[in-house]
C-alpha cells in the first residue's frame, strides 16, 4: 500500500510542479498604477501563492504603496480564479480620497535666502493644497541639499524636516527649516605637476579669488586644461584641509601628456585607390605651451605634407598665433599641379564658442589644367569663422558643424590675380530612439571678379568623391572645355542627406542620397545615391559606401571606404 501512495504522489507532481499562480490589477491608473506595480513586481514566481498569507501581504503591500503617494484610505479586495491548473488573484483597488497638504512652513535662513536659484527652487516646494506625495518631499529636500554643494554652502543643513499626516483628518502638515550658513568662495588655484608655466595655466581659470563657489566652474576649469592637450591626466579638487575664512583654495594634479603623438587614418575609393593619413603631434615643446603639428597624406592622385607651429598667447584657451607650410602635389583626371602654402593665422575663441581666424596666405602653384600650362602666385587675405559641437565621440549622437571664410586677392599686392573667393559649409547629426541616425552636410563655394582662366586649380571648383557627390569619381564634376577636359568651376554646391538604423551594437546600415554641381555659367546638377555600412570602432566612425551616379556615363557605380569624422 505505501509504494501504491508513494507510485501516485510521484505521477501528480508534473502537475503539481506545473500550476502557478498569476496576479491581476485592476481599479487603478497612472501613478498610482505604476506605483503599485512596481512593489508586486518585486515577487518572484515561487513567492505568489493563493495563501491567505500571501494575500494579507499583498493588501499591505499595496497600502503601502498608495500612502507613499498621500492615498490613506485605500481598500484592496482578492478574488481567487481558477483556470485549470493555474489560478489567479484579481485585486480590486479603489485608492479612496487623497490626503491634502493642509499646512506648509518651508523657510531659508542664511546667505540662501536671498540667492535667486534657492528662491525659483522654492516654486517646487509642497504648497497648500496638494496631495502629499513622500516621494516629492524626499526630492525637494535633496535638491536643497544638492544645490547649496553645488553653490558653495558646504554648512547647510536641516534644522527642521518633519512631515506629519493625519489620515484621520486626511491632512497633512510640511514643516521644513534649511539653514544655508555662509557662502563659500574661491581660494587660489595651485597647480602641481605642470610643465606648462604657472602663469599660463592661470589663464584658464573662469573665476578670480574672492568669487562665490561655483561647481561648473571647477568642470570648466578641467575641460580649459583638457582641450590644451598638454597633459595625460588631470583633477581638479577643492582643498578642504585649507579652508580659512571660508576661502576654498583649488588644488589641480596634473600629468604631462608624452612628448609625441601618432594617429593614422586609411580610406579607399576605386577612382583614386587607397588613402593614407599619418599625423604626428608633439602636444608641448617648451614650458610656454608651443606646439607642432604635422600631417602627410598619400593617395594616387594627390601628396601632400604640412606643418603648423601654434604659440598660445596670454590667454591660452582664446588665443594664439599659428604658422602653417604645405606642399602638395595632384596628379588626377586633367589637373596636374604642384603647390606651396605658406600662412599666418591668428585664432580667437569668441564667448559665443565660435573660432574667429584671421589669416595672410601666399600661395605659389605651378600646374596644367586641361590645356592650360601655366604658374600663379597669390597673396591673400583671408578672415573665417567656425565652430564644432558634438555629444559623444567616435560616432556622435548629436553633432554640428559650421564654417564660413573669405579670402582676397589682388595685383595691387603682388598677386596674379585679383578675386574674392568666399567658402561656406554646415553638417548636421541627430539621433532619435537610440537605433536611428541621420547626417546632413552641404557644402558651397563661389570665386567673384576674376576670369577662370586666371586661377590656378586649387583656387577653382570640383565636385565628385566621398566627400560630396559619392556616386562619382574624385572631382570629376566640372565644367569643360571644346575638348571634354576638366577645368574647373567658378561656383560649387553640393548637398547629402544621410539615414542611419542601427542593427546591431555598434553597427550601423546606411543609406544617402547626394546632389550638387561646380559650374562657372549655368549648373549640371548631378544626383546620386547609395548604401553603406558604418562600425563605430574605438578609434573613430569606419564608413563603407556603395554609390551610383544617377547622371554619370562612365562609371556604374563607385566603391568608398574611410575611417575618421563624418563631418
Known amino acids: 500500500m505505501f509504494r501504491l501512495i508513494m507510485f501516485l504522489m510521484l505521477l501528480l507532481l508534473p502537475s503539481i510542479a506545473t500550476a502557478q499562480t498569476s496576479l491581476r490589477l485592476t481599479g487603478l491608473s497612472g501613478e498610482l498604477e505604476d506605483n503599485v506595480k512596481l512593489y508586486l513586481d518585486r515577487y518572484t514566481p515561487d513567492e505568489i501563492s493563493t495563501a491567505l498569507r500571501?494575500?494579507?501581504?499583498?493588501?499591505?503591500?499595496?497600502?503601502?504603496?498608495?500612502?507613499?503617494?498621500?492615498?490613506?484610505?485605500?481598500?484592496?479586495?482578492?478574488?481567487?480564479?481558477?483556470?485549470?491548473?493555474?489560478?489567479?488573484?484579481?485585486?480590486?483597488?479603489?485608492?479612496?480620497e487623497p490626503t491634502l497638504i493642509n499646512k506648509a512652513n518651508?523657510?531659508?535662513?542664511?546667505?540662501?535666502?536671498?540667492?535667486?536659484?534657492?528662491?525659483?527652487?522654492?516654486?517646487?516646494?509642497?504648497?497648500?493644497g496638494q496631495t502629499v506625495h513622500h516621494g516629492r518631499y524626499d526630492s525637494f529636500k535633496k535638491a536643497l541639499t544638492n544645490l547649496a554643494l553645488r553653490k558653495g554652502y558646504f554648512?547647510?543643513?536641516?534644522?527642521?524636516?518633519?512631515?506629519?499626516?493625519?489620515?484621520?483628518?486626511?491632512?497633512?502638515?510640511?514643516?521644513?527649516?534649511?539653514?544655508?550658513?555662509?557662502?563659500?568662495?574661491?581660494?587660489?588655484?595651485?597647480?602641481q605637476g605642470n610643465q606648462i608655466e604657472d602663469a599660463r595655466l592661470q589663464s584658464l581659470v573662469p573665476f578670480k579669488v574672492g568669487d562665490p563657489y561655483l561647481a561648473t566652474q571647477l568642470g570648466e576649469l578641467n575641460q580649459a586644461i583638457a582641450n590644451t592637450s598638454w597633459f595625460s591626466s588631470i583633477l581638479v579638487t577643492g582643498n578642504t584641509d585649507q579652508v580659512a575664512e571660508h576661502i576654498l583654495p583649488v588644488d589641480v594634479e596634473l600629468a604631462p601628456r608624452k612628448r609625441n603623438s601618432i594617429e593614422t587614418g586609411i580610406g579607399f575609393s576605386d577612382d583614386v585607390g587607397a588613402r593614407l593619413k599619418l599625423n604626428w603631434l608633439k602636444p608641448w615643446l617648451n614650458e610656454r605651451g608651443h606646439s607642432l603639428d604635422s600631417k602627410l597624406a598619400l593617395s594616387g592622385a594627390e601628396q601632400s605634407i604640412q606643418a603648423a607651429y601654434k604659440l598660445p598667447l596670454e590667454s591660452v584657451a582664446t588665443d594664439f598665433w599659428q604658422l602653417q607650410y604645405g606642399l602638395r602635389n595632384r596628379d588626377y583626371q586633367d589637373t596636374l599641379s604642384k603647390e606651396s602654402n605658406l600662412a599666418l593665422e591668428r585664432h580667437w575663441l569668441l564667448s559665443n564658442d565660435w573660432y574667429r581666424t584671421a589669416s595672410l596666405r601666399w600661395l605659389y602653384e605651378d600646374y596644367t589644367q586641361a590645356d592650360q600650362q601655366d604658374t600663379s602666385s597669390l597673396i591673400m587675405p583671408g578672415l573665417s569663422f567656425s565652430r564644432s559641437r558634438q555629444t559623444g565621440s567616435g560616432m556622435p549622437t548629436r553633432a554640428d558643424r559650421l564654417l564660413f571664410g573669405v579670402e582676397v586677392s589682388d595685383r595691387s599686392w603682388g598677386s596674379d590675380a585679383s578675386f574674392v573667393r568666399l567658402r561656406g559649409r554646415a553638417g548636421y547629426i541627430t539621433t532619435f530612439a537610440n537605433n536611428h541616425r541621420f547626417v546632413g552636410r552641404l557644402d558651397a563655394g563661389a570665386v567673384l571678379m576674376e576670369d577662370i582662366d586666371n586661377l590656378p586649380p586649387s583656387i577653382r571648383f570640383f565636385a565628385g568623391g566621398d566627400n560630396n557627390l559619392r556616386g562619382y569619381a574624385y572631382e570629376s564634376v566640372s565644367p569643360l572645355n571644346d575638348e571634354g577636359e576638366l577645368i574647373g568651376g567658378r561656383y560649387m554646391t553640393t548637398a547629402s542627406i544621410e539615414y542611419q538604423y542601427r542593427v546591431k551594437g555598434n553597427w550601423w546600415l546606411a543609406g544617402f542620397t547626394d546632389y550638387g554641381s561646380a559650374w562657372t555659367d549655368t549648373p549640371d546638377w548631378k544626383l546620386g545615391v547609395g548604401f553603406g555600412v558604418r562600425w563605430a570602432s574605438p578609434i573613430g566612425a569606419v564608413r563603407i559606401d556603395l554609390a551610383w551616379g544617377l547622371d554619370a556615363v562612365d562609371s556604374p557605380f563607385q566603391l568608398h571606404f574611410s575611417l575618421g569624422p563624418e563631418l
Open 106 to 128: 518651508i523657510l531659508i535662513n542664511g546667505e540662501a535666502q536671498n540667492d535667486s536659484d534657492f528662491l525659483a527652487l522654492l516654486k517646487q516646494a509642497p504648497q497648500v
Open 155 to 191: 554648512e547647510a543643513n536641516f534644522s527642521l524636516a518633519r512631515l506629519e499626516v493625519a489620515p484621520a483628518l486626511k491632512q497633512a502638515f510640511v514643516q521644513l527649516t534649511f539653514d544655508s550658513g555662509p557662502r563659500y568662495r574661491f581660494g587660489p588655484v595651485r597647480f
Open 54 to 96: 500571501f494575500q494579507s501581504r499583498l493588501e499591505d503591500d499595496i497600502s503601502t504603496a498608495l500612502q507613499a503617494l498621500g492615498y490613506y484610505h485605500s481598500t484592496v479586495s482578492i478574488e481567487l480564479q481558477h483556470s485549470g491548473k493555474n489560478s489567479r488573484l484579481l485585486i480590486q483597488v479603489d485608492a479612496g
